[in-house]
C-alpha cells in the first residue's frame, strides 16, 4: 500500500501540464478530467493537487476536506450535466484493489439507463 511517490506518474504530468487530458474542472485543489477509458458514460476522475500522495491513506488529513468538497462540486456538475439515475463514487488504494494509477484520484461513474457501472 505504501511506497515512493513517482513523480512521473501520468497524472502528475497532467497537473504540470506535460500530458494532455480532458478538464472538466480545475482550481488551486483539485483538477477534473475524463477518463481515457470510461467504465460508464461521464466517467471523470478527480485528482488532488500539490500533494504527493499515492492513494488516499496517504493524504494529509487537512488535506481531505477541500478535496472531498472538489470531489462533491464535480459530482454535482456531472449530475445536472447527465443526468444520471444514479452516481457511484470509487477509489482503489493498492494493486490488489485495482488501483493502476499512484496519483490519488477518487472516480466518479455515472449511471446511466442500461448501465451497472460494475466491471
Ligand atoms: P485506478 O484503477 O488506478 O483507480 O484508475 C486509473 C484510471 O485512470 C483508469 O480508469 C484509467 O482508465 C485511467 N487512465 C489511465 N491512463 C489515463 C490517461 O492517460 N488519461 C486519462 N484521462 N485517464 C487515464
Known amino acids: 500500500l505504501h511506497g515512493k511517490y513517482d513523480q512521473d506518474n501520468i497524472f502528475a504530468k497532467m497537473l504540470r501540464g506535460e500530458m494532455p487530458c480532458v478538464k472538466v474542472f480545475e482550481d ?6 475524463m477518463d481515457i477509458f470510461p467504465q460508464t458514460t461521464g466517467h471523470t476522475l ?7 500522495a499515492r492513494n488516499f491513506l496517504e493524504l494529509k488529513p487537512k488535506k481531505i476536506g477541500p478535496y472531498m468538497e472538489r470531489v462533491q462540486t464535480v459530482a454535482k456538475a456531472v449530475e445536472k450535466a447527465l443526468e444520471p439515475d444514479g452516481l457511484r463514487i470509487l477509489q482503489f488504494n ?7 494509477v499512484y ?7 455515472p449511471i446511466m439507463e442500461g448501465q451497472t457501472g460494475r466491471p
Do not use: M, R, S, Y
Not at 46 to 52: A, E, N
Not at 103 to 109: A, E, G, M, N, S
Open 28 to 33: 488551486d485543489v483539485a483538477l477534473a478530467f
Open 103 to 109: 496519483h490519488l484520484h477518487f472516480h466518479i461513474l
Open 94 to 100: 493498492g494493486a490488489p484493489a485495482g488501483q493502476t
Open 46 to 52: 478527480v485528482i488532488p493537487k500539490d500533494v504527493k
